[in-house]
């Protein structure tokens, strides 16, 4: 990366064309540097981030090489692959910092135990961190000490390095004595803001834990400061192009992330755009940055086409442009490839695809568990996963095991159960309205869990619910509903790659048996003689693609697979007209295939402590530990309608989706109290989903005590208080805030009064208005 002030060029042409929506391609001449004509206007410096040398506070070795096995990053003897990542020099995200050598005996990251970093004394808008975890997701408060003797906070955290989902990536890790764990782990990055009118001078790192086994620590390999700018200074600092368009069917999408370096904010009078340049390619949906605060940034989306002449897949050069009125501000350099050519089914292909708009627009989303372990339903509350209840029964030591044979007798099994799996009540329109009422925007259904029962009429198994039990194609009959009665739902399924007792690849190591005998019992509707992988689960799951067309496949276990095919049919599938439907559409999947490549993260029971750039999907049942129907949890220890919105409002405001569980009985009814959460969710979304659902993460906290953030970009910023605001609600938070804003809170009429004193927002709540909230108020705050 060359390091050097960018300067305003190009005509005002290109600019004036991208504003009227004119189809504008940039030929070899137009390509070249013109001088900007605007008259009497200083030529911006925009400086990219600077790079600081933590070499001296390096208190850990986390680099191994093949030749060299003398670290030790996780407190087990696990090491990152030093000759798998990049040394020295290297841009991340845009961001240039100086990655760690991995010489043999030299420590190359340190462990945040409450260091306190030197830092040259400046202005500067945020610290930017490569970092990574052990033994889980961890982080802290990092502390910015001010040469006038004050002080900000900021979260400084990172995701664990196994997760593999970083921007540095290796594919695989060291295993103590030399060998190799063949699993991605990965380094990503993390940011903390800095008030940009105080020189800083040291920042104090977290305190989390010293590098030992089962105990997570949060490590940082490299730092890099980027400099305020005084004045109107636009930077474009990460431009891409993807395989993603702005509607079904529409235009390819350029990513780009815009940060104001500046002291003034950026307004509607600026008419501030973000466009692309590049041979035989058009801008035809510019970029609009409307409002941009200082310090804050903008993560935009310009649609582009190309010539009907270029091929799909085409790589080009290409610029990302920011300009206002008054000409060009920053242009980035990218590589883009044009079009969408087909998937193939190989990592770096598949690699390139990601969740679409709609998803990460949603914010909230139903899991629906249904199978025949909802007929048995039971396992002790809160305790373990209600529809594992065929493995439990396995064990002598789990209490389903006696529970099974006092209640069904020892010569019950499990299979018997599929007969009383009936769903004579099942009412997939009723369904479906109930998911309309509680505000969710997709679902997901279990076509098939881990006993192995199909939802659907495979073609390749007897164990279907169109051949057994209610003998009806319960996944055709649910989609149908949706596409008619709610097609504002997006449709998705859920897959388990192994099968607990499957005879072709038992995931439990053996075939059915009765547990109490241990002889062998059948596998009802299996057929015997085949390759699991290419003679069943792979055609399984394409059946659901190209029968089913679903916009979500969330797949579940991973093991042996065929996924890079399978997924790779599934893009194409959706990347063309289908039946029912006349355009391409956006689909997505999950990062339980049993491949590294994903389009989202899925934690269960369970969410991240900062926000995670890569996009994730939080998921857990309203019944305190199980996704499957449990008969013998009492309504008191179901999610309470509070504790659902404070879970959707913490995950969204950290770039996460929230799946909320529910699982109906084996006759297809919907326990009420799910029925009640879910409306009582509904309810609040009504009043307040204009905060959750289009929104984005605060770039500079996810977080505050009680209090979290979401971003409407170019409309407004958005606090939501956990708890009941007193009086005054104090935000000690740089909130992007100018003197006309209009502060309200959803679900009452009439502004709020406001005031900032010593960097915090003060906004006066009347008695009235905290009255009119429940579960979360979100205060609003409008730019105009």
């Known amino acids: 990366m ?36 605007v008259q009497g206007r200083p030529e911006a410096a925009i400086p990219d981030p600077v790079p600081v ?3 001296s506070y390096f208190d ?9 096995h003398d670290g030790d990053f996780d407190g087990s003897g696990y090491c990152f692959p030093g000759d798998q990542l990049p040394s020295g020099r290297v841009v991340v995200d845009g961001v240039p910092f ?79 004595g030399g060998g190799t764990d063949q699993h991605p782990v990965s380094i990503g990055t993390g940011r903390v803001w800095i008030d940009p009118t105080r020189e800083a001078v040291s920042i104090t790192m977290p305190i989390t834990n010293p590098a030992v086994a089962g105990q997570s620590s949060l490590h940082v390999f490299a730092l890099s400061l980027q400099a305020a700018v005084a004045g109107k200074a636009i930077a474009v600092r990460v431009a891409k192009s993807t395989t993603s368009r702005l509607t079904d069917g529409g235009a390819q999408v350029v990513e780009a992330t815009v940060l104001n370096l500046g002291t003034t904010w950026i307004t509607p009078v600026d008419r501030a755009m973000v466009t692309v340049q590049a041979k035989n390619t058009f801008t035809t949906a510019p970029a609009l940055v409307a409002w941009l605060a200082p310090g804050e940034e903008a993560r935009v989306r310009i649609g582009i086409s190309s010539h009907p002449s270029v091929p799909a897949g085409t790589a080009v050069s290409g610029q990302v ?21 087909d998937y193939q089914p190989t990592d770096a292909s598949l690699g390139t695809h990601q969740s679409p708009y709609w998803f990460n627009d949603a914010k909230f989303g139903i899991f629906i568990h249904w199978g025949v372990y909802s007929v048995p339903a039971w396992s002790p509350p809160g305790k373990q996963y209600a529809e ?43 369904w479906l309205q109930l998911f309309v009422d509680a505000g969710a925007k997709y679902y997901v259904l279990t076509s098939k869990h881990h006993e192995g029962f199909a939802l659907w009429d495979s073609q390749v198994s007897g164990r279907t619910a169109a051949k057994l039990g209610p003998q009806r194609d319960l996944v055709r009959e649910l989609f149908a509903a949706s596409r008619r009665y709610t097609p504002q739902l997006h449709n998705g399924l859920y897959f388990s790659m192994p099968e607990w007792f499957n005879p072709d690849n038992p995931w439990m190591g053996h075939p059915p048996r009765n547990p109490y005998t241990l002889e062998p019992v059948p596998y009802t509707g299996y057929q015997s003689g085949r390759d699991f992988v290419h003679d069943y689960q792979a055609p399984q799951m394409l059946e659901l693609v190209h029968g089913y067309d679903p916009d979500i496949i969330w797949c579940d276990i991973g093991g042996v697979n065929d996924s890079h095919h399978v997924m790779a049919e599934y893009f194409n599938h959706a990347n063309k007209p289908a039946a029912g439907r006349r355009t391409s559409k956006e689909v997505t999947i999950n990062d339980r295939s049993g491949i590294s490549v994903h389009d989202f993260t899925t934690p269960e029971y369970a969410t991240y402590s900062n926000t995670v750039v890569a996009k994730w999907e939080a998921s857990r049942g309203l019944d305190p530990r199980s996704y499957g129907y449990n008969q013998a949890t009492p309504d008191d220890l179901y999610m309470t309608a509070e504790e659902v919105v404070h879970t959707l409002v913490d995950i969204v405001s950290k770039n996460g989706n929230f799946l909320l569980d529910i699982g109906p009985r084996g006759d297809g009814t919907i326990p009420e109290i799910m029925q009640q959460r879910l409306r009582e969710t509904g309810r609040w979304l009504k009043v307040n989903g204009e905060a959750i659902y289009g929104t984005t993460y605060w770039s500079r906290m996810a977080q505050l005590g009680d209090l979290r953030f979401t971003v409407k970009q170019n409309e407004a910023f958005y606090i939501h208080s956990l708890v009941r605001p007193g009086s005054q609600l104090v935000v000690n938070a740089p909130v992007p805030i100018r003197g006309s804003a209009t502060v309200t809170m959803l679900g009452y009429h009439g502004r709020l009064s406001w005031s900032q004193h010593n960097g915090s927002l003060l906004i006066d709540v009347p008695a009235a208005a905290a009255a009119a909230g429940n579960y979360a108020w979100v205060f609003k705050i409008a730019w105009q």
């Open 98 to 176: 100086d990655f760690p050598l991995s010489t043999a005996g030299v420590k190359n990251n340190l462990v945040a135990l409450g260091q306190v970093i030197a830092l040259a004394k400046g202005n500067y808008v945020s610290a930017e961190f490569l970092v990574a975890c052990s033994y889980g997701s961890t982080g802290g408060p990092a502390i910015v000490h001010y040469a006038d003797g004050t002080t900000t906070q900021a979260s400084l955290s990172g995701a664990d390095w196994y997760s593999g989902d970083g921007p540095i990536t290796a594919p695989f890790r060291y295993t103590p």
């Open 321 to 341: 442009i920011g300009y206002d009125r008054g000409g060009i501000l920053d242009k980035r350099p990218t590589s883009l490839t044009l079009g969408v050519p």
């Open 60 to 68: 850990s070795d986390g680099l191994d090489t093949a030749s060299a």
């Open 388 to 430: 594992w209840y065929w493995n439990w029964m396995q064990d002598p030591n789990n209490a389903v095991y006696p529970y099974h044979a006092e209640t069904y007798g020892k010569d019950f099994n499990y299979d018997d159960f599929i007969p009383r799996f009936t769903a004579e009540k099942f009412d997939p329109r009723s």
């Open 2 to 37: 060359t390091n050097h002030p960018r300067r305003r060029v190009l005509g005002m042409a290109l600019g004036a064309a991208a504003l009227a929506g004119v189809p504008v391609f940039a030929s070899e001449a137009a390509s070249a540097e013109v001088v900007d004509p």
């Open 53 to 55: 040398s933590l070499a």
